[in-house]
Structures are given as structure tokens and as C-alpha cells.
């Protein structure tokens, strides 16, 4: 099943392929080929079964290091990083036949197109694995904002040219040479950097209310002097 699910975004353009006349197939070279598929289909698949037994057991190691308001800020990032990295995965997979047909509709008419089964798993779990990583882009710039490291005056000082930068890596990370694909990245990423941003601007206006509602008293948390005893 794991595997109908890996080829099912080949399976799904190959008609669109021979109608162009291009015959291509899936094979394994080497004699053990169909062996090293076969285990590294396996292992993955084993990681991401256990994800959330290995994953608990590192958040467990590290949360009794940490106090009690940044364990609940740890929380809610890894809360909000497991499904911003599954849909990145997800949009990848959905990319990934256009990115075929796109690629591989290059091939002379009548000619036969062999994809290397072993070429073809990593393709894929680059491109899954690549659009899951871009998606973390949002965590990371509240990371950095919560710090201090940067402001929220500084991201929106420097949006153009953060924007030029994810296109930029869309363009370098991504294994196609395709425009089309790239977008795919850049977009989304782009989009979720907006979204971080506009968390910055409201979590640093809302820390400022909350400094500015207190009195000096209250601020300064400094006691009267008590007197000397002789």
C-alpha cells in the first residue's frame, strides 16, 4: 500500500504521457535493486510509523531542562510545527506528478522514457521532504521574534527582500529545473512568512499595552527602604 501510494502520482500522468507518444516505465537496474527499494521503502516507512514514539521520547529528555512558561511555548510550537510540515509534505506529493509530466514530457515523441525506481524514491522524498521544511518558515520567525533577535519592524522593513530570498531557495532547493514547480514553494512560503509576520506586529503591540497599562509602582517592583536598626 505504501507503495501504490508512492507511484500513484506516476500512475496518474503516464496516460497523459503516452497520448504525447512517450512510453515510459518505472524499473529496477541492478541485481540488488529491487532489494535496496524494497529496504529504504521500509525504513522510511518505520521512521514515520514511530515518529511519535521517538519524537516523545526526545521532548522528554529536554523538557525537565526547561521552565514552566517555556515548556508551554515549547508545546505549542512542536503543536504547531507536526501539521505545518505534514501539509508542506502533502503539497509536495500533490506537485509531484505536475512536476513529472512537466519533466519528463521533454522526451522525443516515440521514445521510451526508463525512471529508475531508486531515482525516483528519493526524487519524491525530496520534494515531500523539502516542501514539509519550508513550511517550519513561520515557526522559525516567531522563534525569532519571541527572542528578541529580530523585531517586527524589521521584517516588515526587509519583506521584499525576504520574498526574493524564498524564491530564491524555491529556485536552488527544489530538485526540478522547472519554473512551475518552484512557485509551488515560493508562493506558500511566502504567504505563511506574511502570516508570521502579522503574529510579530500583534504579539509586540499587545506586549506593549500590557507594559504601558502598568503603573510605575507596578513596573518597578522596587520596595520602600526600610529603616536601620541600631
Known sequence: ??????????????PSLEEKGINTQLVMTGIGGGFQFQLKVSLIAGILISSPVWMWQAWAFILPALFKHERRIAVGLTALCVPLFIGGALLGYWVFPKAILLLVGFVPESWVSLLSGADYLTFALRMMILFGVGAQLPV?????NRLGIVSAAQLVRARPWIIIGIFIFGAIATPTVDPVTFLFLGIPMSL???VAERIAVFTERRSKRKTESLSDEEASQIEEASDIEE
Open 1 to 14: 500500500q505504501i507503495l501504490d501510494w508512492l507511484v500513484a502520482p506516476y500512475e496518474k500522468v503516464r
Open 140 to 144: 522559525i520567525v516567531v522563534i525569532l
Open 192 to 194: 505563511m512568512h506574511l
